[in-house]
């Protein structure tokens, strides 16, 4: 009976930590009910391959070709469409904002960044979205900082930094003023596990969560407003560990455990703790910037690895749309 009326870990989260769904299938959306929801081009590849969503790959390629130009020209143009297709669904089932990738390709372009974020905007602004409700994801190089940056202070566009690994890349980002970053727990046990000796940790010990929470304290302590969001999680275990974090995006699998568990949850993180860490600021120009990255061997690794990854999974995108 007792069990019966405590609340699911999930609820439980929900309460101390806004929870993002990770994911660009909208019957997971419905089903966890997620204030927000976090797309990028492996979960759009995965999404667009489902019989359901044919409709929409259909129209992303009809809009490719009404706009012309060169056979490189409409499926780069399909392809946008296509994400913002998928973001504007996703954003009539949830109350918050959607994140919409822009192509990994640019990574090192932040002019090029910015166009195709003003890009993203304006389609969304042709189905009648608000960049109220947008979350332009850019990588976490120094030209994606810079980009987001720009975005913020010129266009009033929201960024969403991903790819996030080292405390280098949290500290540029807060400095450039972005609304959220993504800094990823799972793909750093990972590199751990498969680099060192020791291959199982505790939730707090995992270094995945000590380095978001290490972030987290930082942006508290120091007054910044960026929202951090953690994400990529292997397990529940690691999501609990960093109850209280402002947001985390999970994926509709660990959802669902989170929704059958029933553990009592209590805040690991708070602004009160953090205001009390001996953390020390600092300011990184660019030089700083890429030294301090340079020094972090896994978060140099994990960032290329991940580009290369969202890179290999757009051009997988653009060939299905070809």
Same mark, same amino acid.
């Given at each position: ?255 669902? !455990? ?5 553990? /009592? %949850? ?7 703790? =953090?205001? #009390?860490?001996? *953390? &020390? ?13 340079? !020094? ?5 690794? /994990? %960032? ?7 890179? =290999?999974? #757009?051009?997988? *995108? &653009?060939?299905?749309?070809?």
């Amino acid at each position: 009976v007792k069990r019966q009326k405590m609340e699911s870990a999930l609820d439980q989260l929900k309460h101390h930590t806004t929870v993002v769904a990770d994911t660009g299938d909208f019957n997971a959306i419905d089903e966890y009910k997620p204030l927000d929801a976090t797309t990028n081009p492996s979960l759009i590849l995965a999404a667009a391959q489902m019989p359901a969503y044919q409709k929409l790959v259909d129209d992303a390629v009809a809009y490719g070709k009404k706009l012309g130009g060169s056979e490189e020209e409409q499926i780069k143009n399909a392809s946008d469409k296509l994400f913002v297709l998928f973001g504007a669904e996703i954003l009539k089932r949830i109350p918050g904002r959607v994140s919409t990738e822009v192509d990994a390709r640019l990574s090192f372009d932040k002019e090029g960044m910015i166009q195709r974020a003003r890009r993203l905007i304006d389609l969304y602004k042709e189905v009648g979205v608000g960049k109220d409700r947008i979350l332009i994801k850019l990588s976490s190089t120094w030209e994606g900082i810079q980009a987001g940056r720009v975005l913020e202070a010129e266009h009033g566009i929201h960024c969403n930094m991903t790819l996030l690994f080292s405390f280098a890349q949290a500290v540029a980002c807060a400095e450039a003023g972005v609304t959220l970053i993504s800094p990823f727990v799972g793909r750093i046990l990972d590199w751990y596990v498969a680099n060192g000796d020791k291959k199982t940790y505790e939730p707090s010990e995992d270094p995945g969560v000590k380095s978001v929470t290490k972030i987290y304290n930082y942006y508290k302590k120091f007054g910044y407003k960026t929202i951090v969001m953690g994400a990529s999680f292997r397990n529940t275990g690691q999501i609990k560990a960093l109850t209280g974090c402002d947001y985390l995006t999970i994926s509709p699998k660990l959802l669902a !455990e989170l929704s059958k568990e029933h553990v /009592k %949850l209590t805040p690991t993180l708070s602004v009160k703790e =953090a205001q #009390a860490c001996d *953390l &020390e600021k600092m300011h990184l120009d660019e030089k700083a910037f890429r030294w301090h990255h340079n !020094e972090d061997q896994m978060a140099v690794e /994990k %960032l290329s690895d991940g580009i290369r990854r969202f890179a =290999a999974d #757009a051009v997988k *995108l &653009e060939r299905m749309l070809k």
